[in-house]
Each structure stands twice: as structure tokens, then as C-alpha cells.
């Protein structure tokens, strides 16, 4: 990295939070809010919040244009952390995307709950996070080049499948879209007495899915039906499967799609409830088999698909138990290819047991599971006892940020909404 890029960074930054600061003192704020803060007041805060942050960039630059040295020591510095050993670029280009979302939610609960004056410092921030991603992209581009191509990479890993295993998978493949294609004509067609049937819990749950997708006259309406309707069902991930099922047909129908009773209540039937339990039943033949033993698996597969209370369920139901059974499964598929190496793969199933505890509490007892993998991990010598408690609090860490990021409404009281 040269050190002139890092000036025109600062630059860029420093034009945004010129931006963000005259955003802030054009705001006209609703009479309605403000009654708990003195918005003013937390204007001329942030106001001065912005300043100091301006002046520390103006500082940097300066330094680095009457100094060149420092510049070049900075920039190795960075590309020594980033592009070096260990190569953390990536891990930080994923990190500025979770800010980028976790701060337009943030923004959004600006229409509802959180301070509208603080509206341009989450802004500011999202713009912030999108350009150091641009940034790195078009300094680092030669390591992203070199980086492994994901068509390339699966290719490679599907090759290197036993013969047998590649057998299991098409073979798998094939009997999970036909039982799909099984369920479609009782969860599609209506009865004999032209009923189409409807549970009493997608009775209840439909119509906040729609609401959700439905604009308003302003953009606060809209992110209030988005958002704030929601009557916590289930949690926030849940509802943001669903309506993504159903954004195809809000797109065709427009506001009008949720008229369209028998047509949805269908796609999210198959597309939330069957087609995880499909991929369930897959997970768990894989636990068992890893698709070694061709009719082991087969037989595996067709015994949990023929299960009552599987059928029960892919029948005439739309609910979150097989989304969560997978994200469960998932944390238990996560944890064997970690192979007690606590690497990335034991975070991943952090942030699957935090997505199933923020649909429905059942993600909260599989992490009695976690602290006997700690303590196998203490036992076979892996880890130390130290090391094993810094572990549970990172796992906890990292599943609570993924609580807090798939669900962010729910640490707001609904008692401050529209009073702060």
C-alpha cells in the first residue's frame, strides 16, 4: 500500500463526515420524539463528536505529508497486518460487512426507538464500513486475484469425495426433490369441498409476514411495518426467511400479494417447512454415515422421511422447528469438522446455536453441549483450563453478537419506542 492512498482515504473520510455533520444540523425532528432526551442537546454532542474526529484525520494527514516516513511506516504496518502472514484482509472485509448491516439496523431503529439525531452517525458509519471494503479491494487487488475462486475450490473438494460418497450425495439429491415434489399437492390444492385448510399458528403468524412487506406512504411507515409489527412469534430470522420466500410474489402482486392466501401459505409451507426437513434428514444421514456406506445411507434416509411425525409436520404446517432442527444439527456438523482444533469452524457453530436460541429458546440448551467439548478439549490436553474458559466466553461472545444482529428489536423495550 502506498501511502498517498491512505491521504486520499482520510480525504474521502473526512468529505463524509463533512456530510454527515451538515445532514445532522438540516434534521427537523418529529415533536412527537424527544421526550426522554433533550435532542438539542445530543445534537451539539455529536456535533462536537464529529469535530474531534475531523481534526484527529486533519492531525493524521498532516503528519503524514510533513513526515513521508511515518506514512511508509504506517502503510507497511498495515499491509504487514492485512496482506502479510496469516493474511487477515478477508477476516476484516467480513467483519466490515457484520458492521455494515448490525449499523443499518441500527439506522432503522432510528424511525422507531433509537435518537434521531443519531441517525447520520450510523449512516456515516455504514458509508464508512462500504468504502474501507472498496478501499481494501482496490489496494490489496493483487491478493484478491490470488485468492481461491469458489467454483474452482468445490470442484476440487467434490473430487476429492470417495467414489461412494459422490454416489450417496446425487442419490440423496434425487430422493429429497422428489420427496419435496410429494408434499407439494396436499399443502398446494384445496379438499374436496373446495377448502384450502389453514393451521390456527399460520393463521396467526400470516399476517405480520405480510405486513412486514408491505410499503407505506413514507419510508418511517414502511420500516415500522418491517420491523416493529412483528408480534415476537418467533424471532426476527424467522420472519426474515419467510418474507424472503415471499418476495417473489410481493414483487409480481405488489402490495396487494398477501390477497393471494393459498398461493403463499404454499411456498412457505415447502420453502420453510419441508425443504429444511429435507436438508435435516440429509445432515443427519452424513452424521451417521458420512455418506460412506451407500445403502446405509439410503436406508437412513428413507426411515427418518417415512417418520410420522416428519410427515406430520411437512404437512399442512408452516413453522420454524425444522429450520431450527437444522441450525441445531448444523452446530453438531460445525463442532465435528472443528475436531477440537477451536478454530473458525467452533465459532461457526456459535453463530448457529445464536440464530436457533433467537428464532426459539431452543438454541439455549445445546450450549450445556459446548462446555463438555471444552472440557473434552482440557481432558485430551488441547487446552488449558484458562484457555478453555477464554473459549466459552468467546463462543458466548460471538453467539450473543449474532443474537443481537439477527434480532436487533430485541433489546429495545417497546416502552421507549417513540418516546426516545
Known sequence: MKPRFVLVYFLVTFIEGLLAAVYLLSMQFDPARGQILNYSLLS???????????????????????????????????????????????????????????????????????????????????????????????????????????????????????????????????????????????????????????????????????????????????VHNLIDTWQFWYGSPYLTICWLVLLIPRLIFGNGFGQNVQLNIFLLRQFVSVLPMILCIILSVYLVTHFKNLWLSIGLFVFLAVLPGVIQYNHHFWHPDSIIVLLLLLTFFFLEKDNLRFQRFFYFAAVAIGLATAIKLWGVFFVLAIGGYLIAGIFKKIASIKKAVLLGFLFILVMAGTILISSPTLVVPRITRGAL
Request: net charge positive.
Open 44 to 222: 451539539w454532542i455529536i456535533l462536537g463528536v464529529f469535530a474531534a474526529f475531523l481534526l484527529g484525520l486533519v492531525v493524521l494527514a498532516y503528519l503524514f505529508i510533513r513526515n513521508p516516513v511515518l506514512g511508509e511506516k504506517f502503510s507497511s504496518f498495515l499491509d504487514s497486518r492485512l496482506a502479510g502472514k496469516g493474511k487477515r484482509l478477508f477476516l476484516v472485509q467480513a467483519a466490515l460487512w457484520i458492521a455494515a448491516i448490525f449499523l443499518f439496523e441500527c439506522y432503522l431503529l432510528t424511525y422507531i426507538a433509537f435518537p434521531l439525531p443519531t441517525q447520520p452517525v450510523f449512516l456515516w458509519g455504514i458509508v464508512f464500513c462500504l468504502q474501507t471494503w472498496f478501499f481494501f479491494r482496490v489496494v490489496y487487488v493483487k491478493e484478491y486475484r490470488e485468492r481461491r475462486k469458489l467454483h474452482p475450490t468445490l470442484r476440487e473438494r467434490w473430487h476429492s469425495l470417495l467414489p461412494v460418497q459422490r454416489k450417496v450425495i446425487i442419490i440423496l439429491a434425487i430422493l429429497g426433490f422428489i420427496y419435496f415434489l410429494l408434499f407439494i399437492p396436499g399443502n398446494l390444492l384445496r379438499d374436496a369441498q373446495t377448502h384450502f385448510y389453514i393451521a390456527d399458528d399460520e393463521n396467526v403468524i400470516y399476517p405480520d409476514v405480510v405486513t412486514a412487506l408491505t410499503t407505506g406512504s413514507t419510508f418511517a411507515e414502511t
